[in-house]
C-alpha cells in the first residue's frame, strides 16, 4: 500500500502541476466553450450541445462523449488553460490506483502495485493526460469497466447494479474514442470463454451484447466519420509493437505523433542503442510476466452465479437494437437537410449498416438461445476457460488494431494510452517472477532508469511546434484598438485566436479587401503561423500597404503594415507546417 500511496502523491504531483505551461494545441481547440470569433476559425466555437454534435461529426473523427462531457465542465469552469486541462489530469491520476485494485481482483496486489507505480511514473502517460484530449478518459473509463467486471465475475455482489455500472461504463468508453472496441472485444473473448459449457449465457455476457447492441450507432457514425480529413496514421505493426512493448513508448520517437525535430534521442547512435537496451528489457520482463499470469495459479476464479431473467434480457435486445436503428435512421434523415456539397460519399456506408442495431439483436437472440448447443471437447473449454485475463488485455486490443490497421492506417501512439496499464501490469508480474535476487536488483535499478529518462524525454515535448502563447504575448500589447488584425482560416492558425481575443482585437480570416478599405485609415497586422507569406487574398487587401514592423518567432510572425507606397511582394520564405498527425 505505501508504494500505492507514494504513486499516487508522485503521479499527482507530475500530472497537476504548471497545467497552463505549456501553450494551446490545435486538437485542445476542439473542447467545446472557448470563445472564437466566427468565420475564422477552424475548428468554429462550439458552444451548445447541438454544435458539438454537428462539428463532431462533420469534422472530426472521434465519437464526441468526450466533448459532450467537457460542454458543462467548461460552462462551469471556464475555458483557461488550466480549466481545460484539469479534468484529463485528474482522470489520469485516477487510473494509478485503478490500477493496483486491477491487481488486487487478479489476485496479485504487489504486481499491481508496481505497475501503478510504472504507470504513474510513465513520462507517455503524464503528457497525454496533461493534454485536453479524449485518451485520459478512454484510458480512465477502461480500467474502471475492467474493475466493475471483474467485481461482477469475482465477488458476485450486487450483481444487477454492477451490471449497469459495468454497461453505461462500457458505452461512455465507445463514445468516447473507436479504439474501445478493441477492449470490449477482450472482455468478450475472456466472458464467453468462461461461459462455454454452461446451460446459459452468465448475466454479464447478456450485459456485452446489450452494450454491443446500445453502442452499434456509434460504428455507423464513424464510418460517415471516416470521410473527415484525418491525421496521417500508420499500418507499419512491427514499428508500433516495439515502440508499445518498450514500457509503453518510455521514449518518444518520430513516429510518435510529435514533430521530429523535437524528439530527443534521434540522430545519434547511443540514441538509439538506448532505446534497444529498453526493448530489451521490456521484452525479458514480457516473457516471463506471460509466463507467470499464465499459471494456474494466476487464473481468476470466476463466481458461478444462475443465470436468470432470459425474457427480461430478450426485449433488451430488440428494444436496444430499434432505438439503435432509430439513431442511424435519424442521423442520416438529417444529412438530408444539408447542402449536399456537405455530406459526405460515406454517409451511403452508414446506410447501409442502419440494419446494424437490430442485426446484432438477431445475433442476441440466437446465441442466448443455442449457446447450450455449442459443442467443444473438454480440453479446448478448459484451455479457452483458462485463458489469463491480463494476457488477453495487454495482447487483444493492440492485436486487433494492427489487424485493423491492415485495411485502413489506424495505429498512432496516443490512441494506445487505454492499453498501457494492462502491459505494465505484465511487466510488474514479469518482474516479480525473477527468481535471483542478483536479477532483481538490476531490473529494479534498470525500471528506476527508464522511468526517469520517460518523464526527462517527455518533458519538452509539445503537441503543436510553435507557442502560440508566448507569440501572442509578443504582440498583443502592441496591437491597438483600432488595428485590423488578418488570419488566415486554417486548424493550424486556430490556436492564436485562443490568445487574441475577439472582443478586444479587430480579427479578420476572410474578405481581407472588404475590410481594409472599410477601415482606411486602421493598421493592419498580418498574423502568419507555420506560412511563409501572406496568402493572395490577404495581398489584396494590403494594396497600398507598407511594412514598417515584423515580430518573429519559431514558426510564427506578426507584421504590422501601414497606408504608404505599396510595398514590395513579400519572398516567401520556406518554414515548415506541422504535420497532420497532430490533429486526431
Not at 346 to 370: C, G, H
Amino acid at each position: 500500500m505505501a508504494i500505492v500511496i507514494m504513486s499516487v502523491l508522485i503521479g499527482g504531483w507530475l500530472r497537476l502541476s504548471d497545467l497552463d505551461a505549456k501553450s494551446i494545441s490545435h486538437p485542445e481547440m476542439y473542447v467545446p466553450g472557448i470563445r472564437l470569433p466566427a468565420g475564422v476559425a477552424e475548428p468554429a466555437e462550439r458552444m451548445t450541445l447541438v454544435s458539438v454534435v454537428t462539428g463532431t461529426f462533420s469534422s472530426d473523427t472521434h465519437p464526441p462523449g468526450y466533448y459532450i462531457a467537457m460542454l458543462p465542465w467548461t460552462h462551469a469552469f471556464g475555458a483557461s488553460l488550466r480549466s481545460l486541462r484539469l479534468p484529463s489530469a485528474l482522470l489520469g491520476l485516477a487510473c494509478i490506483p485503478l490500477l493496483y485494485w486491477l491487481g488486487v481482483l487478479m489476485g496479485n496486489p504487489l504486481a499491481g502495485a508496481l505497475a501503478a507505480a510504472l504507470l504513474a511514473l510513465s513520462g507517455y502517460h503524464v503528457f497525454w493526460t496533461r493534454v485536453a484530449r479524449m485518451f485520459a478518459l478512454e484510458c480512465f473509463l477502461g480500467l474502471a469497466a475492467t474493475v466493475v467486471l471483474l467485481l461482477i465475475v469475482t465477488r458476485g455482489r450486487a450483481r444487477g447494479l454492477l451490471t449497469a455500472v459495468y454497461v453505461a461504463l462500457v458505452l461512455a468508453g465507445v463514445a468516447t474514442d473507436v479504439y474501445f472496441w478493441s477492449l470490449l472485444a477482450a472482455h468478450m473473448i475472456w466472458t464467453f470463454g468462461n461461459a462455454l459449457g454452461k446451460r446459459e449465457l452468465s448475466a454479464v455476457c447478456r450485459a456485452q451484447l446489450l452494450a454491443l447492441v446500445l453502442g452499434s450507432p456509434l460504428i455507423a457514425f464513424a464510418a460517415y466519420q471516416s470521410g473527415n480529413t484525418v491525421a496521417d496514421l500508420s499500418r507499419n505493426v512491427p514499428r508500433y509493437l516495439a515502440e508499445f512493448s518498450a514500457f509503453a513508448f518510455a521514449i518518444p520517437s518520430d513516429v510518435s505523433g510529435f514533430f521530429p525535430a523535437a524528439v530527443p534521442f534521434t540522430g545519434f547512435i547511443a540514441g538509439w542503442i538506448v532505446r534497444i537496451l529498453i526493448l530489451a528489457i521490456a521484452i525479458v520482463l514480457l516473457v516471463s510476466g506471460f509466463r507467470q499470469v499464465w499459471q494456474p495459479s494466476s487464473t481468476v476464479r470466476i463466481v458461478e452465479v444462475p443465470a436468470s431473467g432470459r425474457k427480461l434480457w430478450t426485449w433488451g435486445w430488440i428494444v436496444a437494437g430499434i432505438i439503435g436503428t432509430l439513431e442511424i435512421g435519424g442521423f442520416v434523415y438529417a444529412t438530408r437537410w444539408l447542402p449536399p456539397g456537405q455530406v459526405h460519399s460515406t454517409i451511403k456506408a452508414t446506410e447501409f449498416l442502419s440494419v446494424l442495431p437490430l442485426a446484432l439483436a438477431i445475433v442476441s437472440l440466437l446465441i442466448d438461445r443455442y449457446w447450450a448447443e455449442l459443442q467443444f471437447s473438454e480440453g479446448r473449454r478448459r484451455f479457452i476457460a483458462d485463458l489469463p485475463f491480463a494476457g488477453l488485455l495487454a495482447i487483444i486490443p493492440f492485436g486487433l488494431l494492427a489487424m485493423l490497421s491492415q485495411a485502413r492506417p489506424i495505429l498512432n501512439q496516443r490512441g494506445l494510452l487505454f492499453a498501457s496499464p494492462y502491459l505494465f501490469f505484465v511487466l510488474a508480474c514479469g518482474v516479480l517472477a525473477l527468481r535471483s535476487k542478483g536479477w532483481t536488483t538490476a531490473i529494479a535499478a534498470a525500471l528506476v532508469a527508464i522511468c526517469g529518462l520517460s518523464l526527462y524525454s517527455y518533458r519538452s515535448m509539445t503537441m503543436d511546434p510553435a507557442d502560440y502563447g508566448h507569440f501572442a504575448a509578443s504582440i498583443t500589447s502592441e496591437i491597438q484598438s483600432s488595428d485590423l488584425v488578418f488570419v488566415r482560416k486554417a486548424w493550424y492558425a486556430t490556436p492564436i485566436l485562443y490568445y487574441l481575443n475577439a472582443d478586444q482585437f479587430h480579427i479578420v480570416g476572410r474578405n481581407y479587401s472588404a475590410a481594409s478599405s472599410q477601415e482606411p485609415n486602421a493598421r493592419v497586422w498580418v498574423v502568419l503561423l507555420y506560412d511563409p507569406a501572406p496568402s493572395d487574398e490577404m495581398r489584396a487587401g494590403l494594396s497600398g500597404y507598407r511594412k514598417v514592423r515584423t515580430i518573429a518567432a519559431p514558426q510564427a510572425e506578426a507584421i504590422l503594415y501601414q497606408r504608404g507606397s505599396e510595398t514590395a511582394a513579400v519572398q516567401p520564405r520556406k518554414r515548415p507546417k506541422p504535420s497532420e498527425t497532430i490533429g486526431n
